[in-house]
């Protein structure tokens, strides 16, 4: 069962994830027909309808179609919005906003040329087994936009307009100066037990007590925001939408509020402050996919002090990459230093914050197509994945060097953060999961107790199968989750699996399914469970069950000791949930 598995889901990959565009493979044309109906039926869903992805933010408004060569296929200006509108909704995310690829492949003209009309018509509508979803057949595309976009890949891709400090400026308010601030708590809230919630498709965060297990305040933010993060005394929460908006909301206000936000640019997914001692609460940076870029800002007001481009050489091939976007962003916990992962370079930068205005960067060459990742149980050592080469890239951020690039042994590693735990046989070690298959990969991190162990994979998991995105544990748990909110298979789609942490010295581990779907009492749509993030004792685990927009959502919490249901929260105001992020364990990077 587990290679039919293995096979089945084998480059289920990032497209399901970011909708992204043409697919991870070439075939003919009568190939791409041939597979349909067995593509229609991967990309089924359960009573609700496929999922809707719509996961890039850039309209395409203020975009100038760029001027047409021979033999390019006419665009009205109509047909050209319209275009630019799907693009970037659905295709930018892993084919890059230039079309120069990133977990996709390259769209650029003489890619598409060489293909042709009909093939990349047919393509659109047909899908892939490889991640290419069936646009067409699924009734997503109408023939008429699917004519619009198989010509517009045969024009030269438009340049969206850049962010500098003028834009940057210009989108920046402090609504509640510093000075008009609180100088203690004004409620009482266990501001170390509050979780952040993005409602995704609502462009919110929902603030939920993580004792009394209420909605207390629901806050605009920007559109499907990636990631909340804390500043270093807990005070402060940072969101970020993938519009690239940035919410600074301050807790200790009676009710929490946004207090200052800005625009990074048009396009983002990455934020962070800074938390080296010393510097706490002083600084926050953002990350920008377009365009390529970071930004420095104060912590207290977010007034851009310094944008930095990442524009420049990939590290291997030394060509020049013009949209090299920026992925994961930590802080590092030994100098004062932001961790910037730059992803179609393949750099991992270590920016010193000590002197913004001088600021000093040193650029460690890593592997391409960085993501996201996290530190390991000491802090020390940060693991990113380079999902399109399925790798991963170890970082010394006390000696400030790279120490390994790790093979995974499963297709596109998608970990989010991460999770560690400590195994029965290996010692420490740093998991990931896979979005193109069933595997999870055991990676050791103890190079002075189990030096044999270290920065190697020590033990492969099989789960339910692809389409995982995220794997979670805490320290005093005894349990590792993995969920598969990806997967076609709607029953995947809505449980998760758990795995013993005391047993994974057996030679084939088995895990308990967990139905969080039907946990939740909601019979309708997929029910995408996604997410897990414990509270701050370690002792329940929260998971999103994330229907679409018109649909009812919720969040399931599951006792860690047992594995039985707590408790449900169920309310109109949950729109979308996706990411929960809790305020002691995102602060403190316990995952």
Known sequence: MKAILRHRYLGLGVSLLLAGGLATGVSTQTQAQSEQPANVQDHESSPGGQYQPSLDVMTGEGIEQPGRRPGDPELTPEEFATANTIYFQRCAGCHGVLRNGATGKALTTDITKELGYEYLRDFINYGSPGGMPNWGTSGDMSEENIDIMARYLLNEPPQPPEFGMPEVQASWTVHVAVEDRPTQQMNSLNLDNLFSVTLRDAGQVALIDGDSKEIVTIIEAGYAVHISRMSASGRYLFTIGRDAKINLIDLWMETPTTVAEIKVGSEARSVETSKMEGY???????????????VIMDGATLEPLKIVSTRGMIYDTQEYHPEPRVAAIVASHYRPEFVVNVKETGHILMVDYSDVRNLQVTSIEAERFLHDGGFDSTGRYFLVAANARNRVAVVDTKLNKLIAIIETDGTTPHPGRGANIVHPTHGPVW???????????????????????????????????????????????????????????AELASSIAVFNISDLDQEEPEYTVLPIGEWSGIDEGVRRVVQGEFNQAGDEIWFSVWNGREQESAIVIVDDKTLELKHVIRDERLITPTGKFNVYNTRNDVY
């Not at 998991?461 to 995220?470: D, K, V």
């Open 280 to 294: 706490e609460d002083r600084y926050a940076i953002a990350g920008a996919y377009w365009p390529p870029q970071y």
């Open 431 to 489: 998991v990931t999961s896979h979005l193109g298959d069933e595997t999870i990969a055991l990676i050791g991190t103890d190079p002075e107790g189990h030096p044999d162990q270290a920065w190697t994979v020590v033990q492969q998991l099989y789960g339910q199968g692809g389409g995982s995105l995220f794997v979670k544990s805490h320290p005093v748990s005894n349990h590792l989750y993995v969920d598969t909110p990806l997967n076609p298979e």
